[in-house]
């Protein structure tokens, strides 16, 4: 079975993601840790995140691997910093190529084949898994978003974060492949003013309650 979740940054997809596969003995698979960590990889080389063609060497050239719901490059574990300013300044840019997006589809479909999985990205339900068992749409006004990344960032500016979001939420639904949206289908769960256990309690539910 494959439940897959999209929405915008911040909107609370991983986080929830993580705890329905715990409740439900699902997979966890964050596709869009597979963006961000192409995105790392071609920082630590030195490689400019906006040189389409030595980003996308760089991503051929190395290995990723998802070990106990964290992504490896090249058999470390790099899931702590998949989410540093810099990897979120640059991350949206290096998913647009369609390229590196074959890359990441094709990994996360070889991965789940044979297994029960709950996933999440921006173009989960949409292009990766369109046929998936269950799809979900998660949302969030930007600056409830922009206040849980504060938090989670040390000494981290709320306008800068505020600003970064929206650049965000912009090229994400502007893409010319891959880009956000509603899929057909999608149950849409608005997180703004719902703790994580709420929209976690609301996922589970309607899967539960759905005859297979």
């Not at 899931?79 to 640059?90: A, I």
């Not at 500016?157 to 970064?164: G, Q, R, T, V």
Request: glycine share 6%; aromatic share 6%; charged share 30%.
């Amino acid at each position: 079975m494959v439940i897959a979740i999209d929405g915008p940054a911040g909107s609370g997809k991983s986080t929830i993601a993580r705890l329905v596969a715990e409740k439900l003995g699902f997979y966890f698979l964050n596709t869009g840790s597979f963006y961000r960590a192409y995105t790392l990889s071609a920082l630590d080389r030195s490689i400019d995140p906006l040189d389409r063609e030595k980003v996308l060497e760089n991503a051929r050239s190395i290995s990723l691997t998802v070990e106990d719901g964290s992504v490896c490059i090249d058999g470390k574990n790099e899931e702590n910093r998949l989410h540093t300013p810099e990897v979120d300044r640059f991350c949206s840019q290096v998913s647009a190529d369609p390229r590196i997006r074959d890359l990441v589809n094709s990994s996360v479909r070889k991965i789940a084949e044979g297994l029960d999985i709950v996933t999440e990205g921006r173009d989960t339900t949409t292009v990766i898994f369109p046929d998936a068992d269950f799809k979900f749409y998660f949302d969030a006004s930007p600056e409830v978003r922009a206040e849980r990344r504060s938090k989670d960032q040390i000494d981290a500016d709320y306008a800068e974060i505020l600003k970064s979001i929206l650049l965000r939420d912009k090229m994400d639904r502007e893409k010319a492949v891959g880009a956000l949206k509603i899929a057909p289908g999608a149950i849409v769960i608005d997180t703004s003013v719902l703790t994580i256990s709420q929209v976690c309690e609301k996922v589970v539910n309607a899967i539960r309650s759905t005859p297979q």
